[in-house]
């Protein structure tokens, strides 16, 4: 009987002990799941504000329309402007209905939305002559304010610098988490096996020989747990999504994105392996003795 069929027999006896161990993994990996899912949705954020390579110029509302008209000329025939658009107190109002897609801004008349210029420069433009731009815009009297969204970029990218450290720190979490999970069931496991094990050893079976099925059954548990919190977290995602899809929109300007399917692999790579080694090393003293 090959390794393998010894560790589906004995997972099948276990079949409710290796169900609490498989659970218990899941919820581990969960944890660790939620935060690179918030990871993820942060850094593509970053990746798009980063990239956004525009300001808004925002208007008085005493600018007259020579003076609009004489900024607009002024951008456009500025160094790195590609496209420059008005708009229109009413063009602003139905553009952030349409976005939010909330009964409480389309109540609001055109009045409460400014005026402005929506500036958009090339990708190569530094930051530095964004806000030279935005620097001589701010003085002029027909212009309110200047946003060249920098700031949000700045936070933002501060944002993920502090989810990668809370990833890390909770990977070494569920890495203690999995390996004593997997470690104690394999152990109670080989205790209700302790007569089946004591045979073969004295009918001449190695240790590797009566190891393998126990790593087999730990890698198991560290694989479905971890792929059961993966479809746990999508189930979850597409909740959240259905709530929030569009505020998120309005928010950040893009949909909230579910983790990458390379990462998902390695998730369920890693739960196994982190299985496997826990089964491996709880083993070592228990079969040579």
């Not at 090339?122 to 003085?139: H, I, N, S, T, Y």
């Not at 152990?187 to 009566?210: C, D, F, H, I, P």
């Not at 998730?267 to 090393?281: D, E, H, N």
Request: hydrophobic share 55%; with cysteine.
């Amino acid at each position: 009987m090959s390794a393998f069929e010894r560790a589906v027999r004995g997972a099948k006896n276990d079949l409710r002990l290796h169900a609490l161990g498989v659970f218990s993994v899941a919820v581990a990996f969960l944890c660790l799941g939620a935060t690179l899912l918030a990871v993820v949705n942060v850094d593509h954020a970053r990746a798009r504000w980063a990239s956004l390579g525009r300001a808004s110029v925002y208007l008085t509302p005493r600018a007259s329309k020579e003076q609009v008209a004489a900024i607009e000329r002024a951008l456009r025939a500025s160094e790195g402007v590609t496209t420059v658009r008005h708009v229109t107190p009413e063009d602003a109002r139905r553009d952030a209905a349409e976005v939010g897609k909330d009964a409480l801004i389309d109540a609001l008349p055109a009045e409460a939305f400014p005026e402005s210029l929506e500036v958009s420069v090339q990708k190569d433009v530094r930051p530095e002559r964004l806000e030279q731009l935005a620097a001589q815009l701010r003085v002029l009297p027909a212009v309110e304010g200047v946003e060249t969204y920098g700031n949000w970029s700045d936070r933002i990218e501060s944002l993920l610098a502090g989810g990668v450290a809370a990833a890390g720190i909770l990977a070494l979490v569920v890495l203690a988490a999995v390996v004593s999970v997997v470690s104690s069931t394999i152990r109670l496991s080989l205790q209700r096996r302790k007569l089946e094990v004591e045979v073969m050893k004295l009918v001449g079976a190695t240790e590797g020989y009566v190891r393998e099925p126990f790593v087999i059954e730990g890698a198991a548990q560290g694989a479905l747990g971890a792929s059961f919190a993966i479809v746990l977290l999508g189930v979850l995602y597409l909740v959240v999504q259905s709530h929030l899809d569009q505020r998120l929109v309005a928010l950040f300007g893009s949909a909230p994105t579910f983790l990458p399917w390379p990462l998902v692999l390695v998730t369920v790579v890693l739960g196994a392996l982190l299985g496997a080694v826990a089964a491996f090393w709880s083993l070592r003293r228990f079969v040579t003795t």
